[in-house]
């Protein structure tokens, strides 16, 4: 069984720092691979997915996230955030179903 | 194209009584899944679902819960006699095969 692990709970930062998110998983198969985004009182988004090709994936919104098989990691970055990406992510496994990690919350100040 | 609705976005219920939430999937979807968020907690995987048939239940809890996608109509998720630690945030996602899935708002269940 596959499972997720993201390795920050909350995370507080400035507008224009660096944002980078840890997410590790768990699965002997091919993975395909999920980073969503819920904002405050809205639905799941999707950011970014990765299934093969470029390990490096260009998501919305300025997000990447880089598939490194060795390391099990999937971490999710942006180079410089905004206080509109204050919100919850979640990274996740995808085996038809979608195994979910514990989700980060981020709070950008202004 | 309408993205998936669920409702209702909110749902209260005292302990005994019965939840009913709906999901109706995107045009074109017939595979939905139900997903479960606690608080504090990411998503729990409970039940996949294609038209009249459940696929996959390895989530759900073994009593007072079930799902039906029929063949008109929403799915439904119904949880019978509720208790308190029911109280979640129960999401829907519909998807045309087994790829990306498009997430609902969300039921919002309080058992009090």
């Known amino acids: 069984a596959q499972s997720v692990s993201q390795h920050n709970h909350h995370v507080i930062l400035s507008e224009a720092a660096s944002l980078e998110l840890g997410c590790n998983y768990s699965y002997g198969g091919t993975v395909n691979l999920f980073w969503y985004v819920q904002y405050p009182g809205q639905h799941l988004q999707l950011l970014l997915k990765?299934?093969?090709?470029?390990?490096l994936v260009k998501g919305i919104k300025g997000f990447e996230a880089e598939f490194i098989k060795s390391k099990f990691s999937f971490n999710l970055r942006k180079p410089s955030v905004q206080w509109s990406d204050t919100a919850e992510y979640f990274c996740a496994v995808h085996d038809y179903k979608l195994s979910f990690g514990a989700g980060t919350t981020v709070t950008v100040r202004a | 194209n309408a993205g998936v609705m669920q409702n209702p976005r909110h749902l209260v219920r005292r302990r005994g009584q019965e939840a009913r939430l709906r999901c109706s999937p995107m045009?074109?979807?017939?595979?939905v899944y139900w997903y479960r968020q606690l608080p504090e907690e990411g998503l729990k995987f409970m039940v996949y679902l294609q038209k009249e048939n459940i696929i996959d239940e390895s989530g759900m809890p073994k009593e007072r819960f079930s799902a039906e996608f029929p063949k008109e109509g929403p799915s439904i998720l119904r949880i019978q006699q509720v208790v308190r630690g029911d109280s979640a945030a129960y999401f829907c996602a519909s998807s045309p095969s087994k790829d990306e899935q498009y997430f609902g708002p969300g039921t919002r269940l309080t058992v009090t």
């Open positions: 045009k074109g979807h017939s595979h």
């Open positions: 990765y299934f093969s090709g470029d390990p």
